[in-house]
């Protein structure tokens, strides 16, 4: 019995002595790396977007903003958009996806307008309101449909239509 005693008692002390060896190492360790930021000729994210120069432009830049191309004048006199190929009615001429008119490219067409690609930018030309004419139709067609729900309504509640 002293023999398994003896025994039990080198185990349990070995276990400690590799657990305290383990926990020495554990506080050797730094528990999270030191980094240092050096960010270089990166911009300071700390700092504004734009730096003083930026909003106060110079004559040079203002020059320069002025110098780039303005979009001609398009008006859209029309759209069809249901299409496989919708077709837009532009100063008169009937264009598709991808002509060019006035030096300008047509990129997509839909029902809200004409999406264009001038002097290396983007550009939607929104669809004109609608016509005097089409403005006038729909004005009476509300008024009309104002009238017969009035009737409706008097209908419902029994006193007929008048």
Known sequence: MDKKRALFLIAIMAYSGSLQAKEQKADAAPLRPEVEYRAGA???????????????????????????????????????????????????KVVRKDDVIQGV????????????????????????ALSQKQAQAKAETEDVSAKNQAILDRIIKGGGAK
Do not use: C
Request: a negative charge; aromatic letters at 6%.
């Open 42 to 92: 990166l911009r300071d994210p700390m700092e504004p977007y734009l730096n003083k120069e930026d909003a106060n432009p110079t004559p040079k830049k203002q020059e320069a903003a002025a110098a780039e191309p303005v979009l001609p004048a398009l008006v859209i006199q029309g759209v069809m958009w249901g299409l496989d190929d919708p077709l837009a009615i532009i100063n008169n």
């Open 105 to 128: 490219r047509i990129i997509d067409i839909n029902k809200s307008g004409v999406t264009v690609f001038f002097a290396n930018r983007q550009h939607v030309i929104a669809v004109a």
